[in-house]
């Protein structure tokens, strides 16, 4: 069973469906809205609250990668995670650092 989910292209899916999956429900507790649509016009109204927001995205895939990495030895499953997860990162810094 292990062996049919260790590809790296489920991997990257993983890699972005999880941080979106926590978003929404981040979004559903905080806004008013309990949308997506919502925490990103919040994000943009102040911009001091991106890089918290957007790193609570990104903490999921650390865990992730901690299981599935030490845990159950899924080599390809890993590289596709933390491709993604750097290109979220590069992506959360030069959203909040360069373009702000």
Not at 12 to 31: N, T
């Amino acid at each position: 069973m292990k062996e049919k989910f260790d590809n790296i292209f489920i991997g990257m899916l993983a890699a972005v469906l999880l941080p979106l999956l926590v978003l929404s429900i981040y979004a559903g507790a905080v806004s008013t809205g309990g949308t997506l649509k919502m925490l990103y016009y919040k994000m943009m109204e102040q911009p001091d609250l991106r890089l918290k927001i957007l790193t609570i995205g990104i903490i999921p895939n650390l865990f992730l990668f901690y299981i599935v990495n030490n845990r159950l030895q899924m080599n390809e499953f890993t590289r596709g995670l933390v491709l993604i997860t750097v290109f979220l990162g590069i992506g959360v810094i030069i959203w909040t650092q360069l373009l702000s």
